[in-house]
């Protein structure tokens, strides 16, 4: 079936650093998307991509379509400790039922 | 303030016992959806539902059923709780997609982590 290769599966910063993970598959997407997940909570969505090439902020938050449909990256900027939590990349399956499917997380921990 | 709710935030059951999980959205959504997420595997999809009595297998069906008697209900079944079933269950629901490609936001419950012993 299709997959989204996520990485870094975590990281360990400081607060104020920055922040970039991605996303890859060997499959072509028409959507991607970011969610965050707190502890105790379900995934809550960040930002959605709707074109290749797409490059689209949310505050410190910034996040790009890769241009052949088959990535996306997620970059945060100066990382404040609510920051804290797994983020999942998601990209929408283009035929059929148009479900999601999700990346393995990536678990970010920051030290104040 | 759209709403999806799960019926347990934690559950412990025994090996062989029927379990049900709840999930009830408040926003009139059609399609609903239930996944099951583990360390370094993301969320993979156990069934989903475009609508009322309607059902479709997502990627990891196998010893789970659900039901969908009621638009704003949704509910997983184990028929017979297994250990490799421990797991955090997520709920989530969306509007019908338009005709052709389109996007809507799939809004999720909080989980309910689940321990099979």
């Known amino acids: 079936g299709q997959q989204l290769n996520q990485s870094p599966q975590s990281m360990f910063i400081q607060e104020g650093e920055d922040v970039s993970m991605n996303c890859t598959s060997s499959s072509i997407f028409n959507t991607w998307l970011w969610y965050k997940q707190e502890p105790g909570e379900g995934p809550v969505l960040l930002i959605a991509?709707?074109?290749?090439?797409e490059l689209t902020s949310n505050g410190r938050l910034t996040a790009q379509f890769g241009i052949t449909r088959k990535d996306s990256f997620l970059n945060i900027s100066a990382s404040i400790p609510s920051d804290v939590g797994i983020y999942f990349c998601?990209?929408?399956?283009?035929?059929?039922?148009?479900?999601?499917?999700f990346g393995q997380g990536t678990r970010l921990t920051i030290n104040p | 303030d759209v709403k999806v709710t799960q019926s347990s935030r934690y559950l412990v059951k025994r090996t062989g016992e029927k379990v049900f999980l709840e999930c009830v959205q408040d926003m009139d959504h059609e399609n609903m959806f239930w996944y099951r997420q583990d360390p370094g595997l993301g969320l993979r999809l156990i069934y989903f539902?475009?609508?009322?009595?309607?059902?479709e297998k997502g990627d990891i069906p196998e010893g789970y059923s659900v039901s969908r008697e009621k638009k704003e209900r949704f509910s997983l079944i184990l028929e017979s709780a297994s250990t490799n079933q421990t797991s955090m269950y997520l709920c989530?629901?969306?509007?019908?997609?338009?005709?052709?490609?389109?996007?809507?936001?799939?809004?999720f419950g909080p989980g309910t982590r689940l321990t099979v012993l």
């Open positions: 989530a629901s969306r509007r019908r997609l338009a005709g052709g490609p389109s996007y809507n936001e799939q809004f």
């Open positions: 539902s475009y609508d009322v009595k309607m059902k």
């Open positions: 998601a990209a929408q399956t283009i035929q059929g039922a148009q479900k999601l499917v």
């Open positions: 991509l709707y074109k290749a090439g």
